[in-house]
C-alpha cells in the first residue's frame, strides 16, 4: 500500500500544485471551478489513453517520440498558461468589481476561458500517465493485493490534494489585497520553470543543444529529490543543475510574459499621459 | 640475513651446485640460464582483459610473497608474470584505460618488480609489488570505463526491478547514449535527478536515452517505479 501511496502523493501534489495556483489565480472568473474539473476529466482519460499509447509513443521518431511529446505537453502548458495570466490581468479587475452579472458579460463570446481546461488537462497529462502506468505495473506484477494499490493510490491522491488546497487555502488567506498580481507573478515563473524542462526534454531528445552542461551545481543544498526540492521545481522550476538552455528558455519566458503581463490591462489614463500629445484622433 | 641466504642461493645455482639452506624451497633446479630467460607475455584482445589479468597476476603473486622467504622458483615465476603485467599495462596505457598518472603508477611497478625478480632481489619484488597492488587498487572500479556496445551506448538492463551493472563508468564531457533494456513484464521510469532525465521504459523493451555532456562526479539514477530497489550510480570521469 505504501509505495503506491507515495508514487500517487508525489504525482498529485505536481498536478495539485499547478491547480491550486490556477484557481487562486482565476478566483472571480464565472464557472471556472467547472472548466478546473473538466480539465481534470479530460487530463484523466488523456493519462490513461497516453499510458496505453507509452509504447509507441517511446518507439517514435527514432526513439526520441517520448521527450519530444513530453517538450509538446510542456510548451502547449506554457502557451495555455501565459495566455491565462495575461487574460486574468485584463479581465481580472472588471471580474473581481462586478460579481457574477458582469462576470457572465466578460465570458460572453470569450471562448478563450476554455483555456483552461486546456491548463489543467496538460498539467495532468504527465503525472496522471505516471500514475497510470505504476499502478498497472504494481497490480500486474501481483505482489500487493488490488484493494491494498487502490487504497494507496486514494491514500495518496487525497494527501497531494491535501497539499494543494492548503496552498490555495493560503493564497486566499495571505494574498487577500494583492491575490491577482501575486498569483499572476507565480503562475509566470511556474510557466518559465515549465518552459525550461520543455528544453530539458528536447535536450534529451538530441534536438537542441545544452549550450552550458551545468551553469551552477546546488544539489548538495536542495536536493532534486527531496521533498522541497520537488515543490520548488513546480512552483519556481528549480533544478539542482541547470544547462545553459534551460536558462536562456526560462529567461525568455520570465522576461517575454512578464513584460506582457506588466503592459496589458493598465488603466487607459495613464497610457495616454505616456504618449506625446497627438492632434490627429 | 635473508639477502645473504638469497646471495649464497645465487652463487650456489650459479656454479651448478644446490645450496643446502634452499634445497627445501627449489622445485626443481634452475639453472643459470633459465634464470635470466625471456618469456613471452600474454596478449590481451581488450582493456577488461588486460585489467582482469592484472589483478589474476597480481593475485598469484600476492600468494607466492606470502612466504617469508621467496625461492628461486617464485621469485622466477614472478619474474615469468611481470611478462604479463607488462603487456597489460601497455594494452592498458595505449588504450587510455584510466588517467595517465595512475597507469604510469602501475606500469612503473611493473618494471620494478620485472627487474627486482630477474635479479633475485627479494626486499624489492616485495616493497614495488606492495606499491603495485596499491595502484591497481585506485584503477579499480573508480577509473575503468564501463564497456559499450558496438554503437557506442552505455547498456543498463532492468530484471527484478533492478539494473545491472549497478555502476556505470563514462568520460565527462561529452554526450553519452544510454540504452536501458528493460527484462521485467512491468512499465518503469527511469529517471535521475541529478543528470536530469526521466523515461518510461514499457515493460519487455529498451529505451535509448542521451545524457550530458557531464561534468565529472557522482550521479545518482533510479527507477521511480520501484524506488526500494531500482538504484544506481553513474560516474563522469
Given at each position: 500500500m505504501f509505495p503506491t501511496a507515495t508514487i500517487v502523493f508525489r504525482e498529485i501534489i505536481e498536478v495539485a500544485l499547478v491547480v491550486s495556483i490556477v484557481l487562486a489565480a482565476?478566483?472571480?472568473?464565472?464557472?471556472?471551478?467547472?472548466?478546473?474539473?473538466?480539465?481534470?476529466?479530460?487530463?484523466?482519460?488523456?493519462?490513461?489513453?497516453?499510458a496505453f499509447f507509452t509504447d509507441a509513443i517511446s518507439q517514435a521518431i527514432d526513439g526520441i517520440g517520448q521527450e519530444i511529446f513530453n517538450a509538446g505537453?510542456?510548451?502547449?502548458?506554457?502557451?495555455?498558461?501565459?495566455?491565462?495570466?495575461?487574460?486574468?490581468?485584463?479581465?481580472?479587475?472588471?471580474?473581481?468589481q462586478n460579481i457574477k452579472a458582469v462576470g457572465a458579460d466578460v465570458m460572453a463570446g470569450d471562448k478563450s476561458a476554455y483555456v483552461l481546461v486546456g491548463v489543467v488537462a496538460l498539467a495532468t497529462f504527465r503525472e496522471g500517465a505516471e500514475i497510470a502506468l505504476f499502478t498497472y505495473g504494481m497490480t500486474a506484477s501481483g505482489a500487493f493485493p488490488l484493494s491494498a494499490i487502490v487504497m494507496g493510490g486514494i491514500l495518496g491522491t487525497i494527501g497531494g490534494a491535501a497539499i494543494g488546497l492548503m496552498l490555495y487555502m493560503?493564497?486566499?488567506?495571505?494574498?487577500?489585497?494583492?491575490?491577482?498580481?501575486?498569483?499572476?507573478?507565480?503562475?509566470?515563473?511556474?510557466?518559465?520553470?515549465?518552459?525550461?524542462?520543455?528544453?530539458?526534454?528536447?535536450?534529451?531528445?538530441?534536438?537542441?543543444?545544452p549550450l552550458h552542461p551545468e551553469v551552477w551545481d546546488t544539489s548538495a543544498l536542495i536536493s532534486g529529490q527531496s521533498f522541497i526540492g520537488e515543490t520548488l521545481r513546480v512552483l519556481v522550476g528549480y533544478t539542482p543543475r541547470p544547462t545553459g538552455m534551460e536558462l536562456v528558455f526560462y529567461g525568455?519566458?520570465?522576461?517575454?510574459?512578464g513584460t506582457a503581463y506588466k503592459r496589458v490591462g493598465k488603466p487607459v489614463s495613464s497610457h495616454r499621459k505616456a504618449l506625446p500629445l497627438v492632434a490627429a484622433e | 640475513m635473508k639477502k645473504l641466504l638469497l646471495s649464497m642461493a645465487m652463487i650456489g645455482l650459479a656454479s651448478g651446485v644446490s645450496s643446502v639452506a634452499v634445497a627445501e624451497d627449489v622445485q626443481h633446479n634452475v639453472t643459470h640460464e633459465e634464470r635470466t630467460m625471456h618469456y613471452e607475455g600474454q596478449s590481451y584482445a581488450t582493456t577488461d582483459e588486460a585489467l582482469e589479468a592484472l589483478k589474476a597476476h597480481n593475485k598469484e603473486i600476492a600468494e607466492l610473497i606470502k612466504a617469508e622467504m621467496l625461492s628461486n622458483s617464485?621469485?622466477?615465476?614472478?619474474?615469468?608474470?611481470?611478462?604479463?603485467?607488462?603487456?597489460?599495462?601497455?594494452?592498458?596505457i595505449a588504450e587510455k584505460a584510466g588517467k595517465a598518472d595512475q597507469l604510469g603508477a602501475i606500469d612503473e611497478a611493473v618494471q620494478a618488480v620485472h627487474y627486482a625478480s630477474e635479479n633475485h632481489e627479494d626486499a624489492q619484488v616485495r616493497e614495488w609489488f606492495a606499491k603495485l597492488e596499491a595502484a591497481v587498487a585506485t584503477l579499480d572500479g573508480k577509473i575503468v570505463q564501463s564497456k559499450t556496445n558496438a554503437d557506442g551506448a552505455y547498456e543498463l538492463v532492468i530484471k527484478d526491478h533492478m539494473f545491472t551493472p549497478d555502476e556505470l563508468h563514462v568520460p565527462a564531457g561529452q554526450k553519452i547514449k544510454l540504452v536501458v533494456h528493460n527484462q521485467d513484464p512491468t512499465p518503469e521510469e527511469f529517471e535521475s535527478d541529478d543528470f536530469r532525465r526521466e523515461k518510461i521504459v514499457p515493460g519487455n523493451s529498451s529505451a535509448t536515452i542521451y545524457v550530458g555532456p557531464l561534468k565529472p562526479g557522482?550521479?545518482?539514477?533510479?527507477?521511480?517505479?520501484?524506488?526500494?530497489?531500482a538504484n544506481g550510480y553513474l560516474y563522469a570521469e
Open positions: 482565476t478566483r472571480g472568473m464565472p464557472s471556472r471551478i467547472h472548466l478546473v474539473l473538466a480539465g481534470l476529466g479530460v487530463g484523466v482519460f488523456g493519462s490513461v489513453v497516453i505537453v510542456m510548451f502547449i502548458a506554457v502557451g495555455f498558461l501565459s495566455w491565462t495570466v495575461i487574460w486574468m490581468k485584463t479581465h481580472g479587475r472588471q471580474l473581481a493560503g493564497l486566499l488567506k495571505a494574498a487577500q489585497k494583492h491575490l491577482f498580481s501575486i498569483t499572476g507573478w507565480m503562475l509566470i515563473v511556474l510557466t518559465a520553470g515549465m518552459a525550461a524542462q520543455g528544453a530539458n526534454f528536447l535536450i534529451a531528445a538530441g534536438v537542441l543543444p525568455t519566458v520570465l522576461l517575454g510574459v | 617464485d621469485l622466477e615465476r614472478i619474474h615469468e608474470i611481470s611478462y604479463s603485467l607488462e603487456t597489460a599495462i601497455d594494452k592498458m557522482k550521479y545518482h539514477f533510479f527507477g521511480e517505479f520501484n524506488l526500494d530497489k
